[in-house]
């Protein structure tokens, strides 16, 4: 169940575990008498499934924790773990990125909704654009839908640090050469090089916020 408000949040558990709603006199139950009535029905056989539990406030997560404690099994799906109260009690899992083939539905299925036709190189090229990111490839499908242009904001790379770093230090070598065989001229050129692949490296570090959707 996704988390709107608090009201909505127990009332939806409650009609799941067929939890009455409403009082004898047919008045709907007021949030914190849901709340005890679920307290009061949950045992070791209930399980609660939370899409977006990071939406979930501080003081339900408090009483997930309770419940918790008391056998109620809780699955909780986060972009990123808060490492915080009930969190910490969960064991965490990190499930697989989707393969290209469940990307290229989603994409179909997104293009079928927003009533668009794609081609085989655009399905292509929404793939690529997305990095594995369903609601990626949804946002992008319906942004070329009304004709707007999006740009890449996965962040799937490939790290090419050791190649730097191996780099700078073969440069290094250099420099020790000429100066254990007093080539000056070597030594001093081994020193530029070094320094200018320093200072690239240096401004290949700027960049914005790494955070991307979901974060």
């Known amino acids: ?21 409403t009082n004898e006199n047919d008045k709907p139950l007021s949030t914190e008498a849901l709340k005890a ?16 539990a990071k939406r979930i406030p501080t003081g339900i997560r408090y009483w997930l924790d309770f419940i918790g404690d008391q056998g109620v099994k809780i699955i909780a799906f986060t972009v990123t773990n808060p490492k915080k109260d009930i969190f910490l009690k969960l064991q965490e899992l990190e499930l697989p990125l989707l393969s290209n083939n469940q990307i ?11 009533g668009i036709s794609l081609t ?11 990095g594995k990111n369903p609601f990626l490839a949804r946002k992008n499908v ?12 996965h962040t ?36 530029c090089v ?3 692949f320093m200072i690239i490296r240096q401004l290949g570090k700027i960049r914005g916020s790494r955070r991307k959707i979901g974060q």
């Open 1 to 21: 169940m996704i988390y709107r408000d608090s009201k909505q949040f127990f009332t939806a558990i409650a009609e799941n575990l067929n939890i009455p709603t």
């Open 37 to 52: 009535e679920i307290t009061l029905n949950v045992n070791p056989n209930t399980l609660f499934i939370f899409p977006h």
């Open 104 to 114: 290229r539905a989603i994409i179909q299925d997104e293009a079928q909704q927003q």
């Open 120 to 130: 085989r190189s655009e399905i292509a090229e929404f793939v690529a654009s997305c």
């Open 142 to 153: 319906a942004a070329y839908a009304l004709g707007l242009d999006q740009p890449l904001e």
């Open 156 to 191: 799937q790379y490939i790290d090419i640090s050791p190649i730097t770093y191996s780099a700078l230090l073969s440069i290094g070598l250099f420099r020790f050469v000429g100066l254990g065989i007093g080539d000056r001229g070597l030594y001093v050129v081994g020193s």
């Open 194 to 196: 070094f320094l200018f």
